[in-house]
């Protein structure tokens, strides 16, 4: 099984700032991984898939970067409504695995 | 405009079973990747399952045996069957259609509760 893991945990930012949250997995993925953003009470929300490509309707400060086992999300110039929790996910072998999640919370 | 709708969770002893349903619209279920993804209250999400076009289907080690994904063409209707239901199965399920690859979930339901609990 491939295992995700995500850091940080939590990261702590203001309104406007970029955050960058990182997911590193066990073995390389070439370039399969999804990212998803969940609020609370809320399924989650597709954002990015295979690493770099924003789903429909997901704003440009949105973005993915990486590729076999190292993947990064970065979103630029925080809005209020983007703190929730974030997942990774590959989808290059069964079973398809996430992250632990990355909480991006106001400061 | 995609839609999908659970129902079929609730409260049910170690050892029962459950049926979840996802009715879906606005697009056709055979023709499409179809998943279950679980979140146990408070913690990360798990796939559980998923059913490719060709009818192939693929579980996670700590549902196979006891879990059956299928689909419903007539009703377009993806479906979960549990049965010898654990404690630790005890979390919200969501039904998803892949994205624009397939191997991702690009639209979920609202979910469904299961408990599993005496």
């Known amino acids: 099984e491939f295992v995700l893991t995500q850091s940080p945990a939590t990261l702590s930012l203001s309104p406007g700032e970029t955050a960058t949250l990182s997911c590193r997995a066990s073995r390389s993925v070439t370039r399969y991984v999804a990212w998803y953003q969940q609020k609370p009470g809320q399924a989650p929300r597709l954002l990015i898939y295979?690493?770099?490509n924003r789903a429909t309707g997901i704003p440009a400060r949105f973005s993915g970067s990486g590729s076999g086992t190292d993947f990064t999300l970065t979103i630029s110039s925080l809005e209020p409504e983007d703190f929730a929790v974030y997942y990774c996910?590959?989808?290059?072998?069964?079973?398809?695995?996430f992250g632990g999640g990355t909480k991006v919370e106001i400061k | 405009e995609v839609q999908l709708v659970e129902s079929g969770g609730g409260l049910i002893q170690p050892g029962g079973s459950l049926r979840l349903s996802c009715a879906a619209s606005?697009?056709?279920?055979?023709?499409?990747?179809m998943g279950w993804v679980r979140q146990a209250p408070g913690k990360g999400l798990e796939w559980v399952s998923i059913i490719y076009s060709g009818g192939n289907t693929y579980y996670a080690d700590s549902v196979k045996g006891r879990f059956t994904i299928s689909r419903d063409n007539s009703k377009n209707t993806l479906y979960l069957q549990m049965n010898s239901l654990r404690d630790e199965d005890t979390a919200f399920y969501y039904c998803?259609?892949?994205?624009?690859?397939?191997?991702?979930?690009?639209?979920w339901g609202q979910g469904t509760l299961v408990t599993v609990s005496s």
């Open positions: 295979d690493a770099s």
């Open positions: 606005g697009f056709t279920v055979s023709n499409n990747y």
């Open positions: 996910q590959q989808r290059s072998n069964w079973p398809f695995t």
């Open positions: 998803s259609r892949g994205g624009p690859t397939g191997g991702e979930a690009g639209y």
